[in-house]
């Protein structure tokens, strides 16, 4: 078998968008970074993302039916880092932000972000120590086009 370092090395090689996912109601609502997130299907539209079981996060999508990704751009590395780490005591990280629901679920969205996908959840997959939320993309918009944050553009990595 492969040695895990070299595993973890390789890992940190894939490349992601950075974003912020969002949650709940309002500014009571939560928010973290992420950047395991993909499309998996175009019809219908559909997108997962994996969340660390131990987060707070996870804990608040198992009892959810719905998220936000917001799509951050390529000099969103503040915002990204607002959001960046987990939030087991219970601090509201949406508080004092300029947030607004969604027209569909209305799930809070970051108003500065380039663009969201409001999203409803149709299944939970375990996946080791992650459980992947995978839900159909039932609303979005882009306010402006451009490059988006990425791992290389912020060296904000999660591998492993």
């Keep these: 078998m492969a040695d895990e370092k070299d595993i973890k090395k390789v890992l940190r090689k894939l490349e992601y968008g950075i974003y912020v996912m969002s949650m709940g109601k309002g500014a009571d609502g939560n928010a973290f970074t992420a950047s395991w997130v993909m499309q998996v299907s175009s019809e219908p539209p559909m997108v997962a993302a994996a969340v660390h079981n131990k987060h707070k996060s996870a804990w608040q999508l198992n009892d959810l039916d719905a998220y936000v990704i917001n799509i951050l751009p390529e000099s969103g590395l503040a915002t990204a880092k607002t959001y960046y780490g987990p939030a087991e005591s219970g601090y ?23 663009g969201y996908l409001d999203c409803k959840i149709v299944e939970r997959v375990k996946a080791g120590n992650h459980t992947v939320f995978v839900a159909e993309v039932v609303g979005g918009e882009l306010s402006h086009d451009g490059p988006i944050l990425t791992t290389s553009g912020s060296k904000l990595h999660y591998a492993g």
């Design 92 to 114: 509201d990280k949406l508080q004092a932000k300029d947030i607004s629901a969604t027209t569909v679920t209305g799930t809070p969205r970051l108003n500065g972000a380039i």
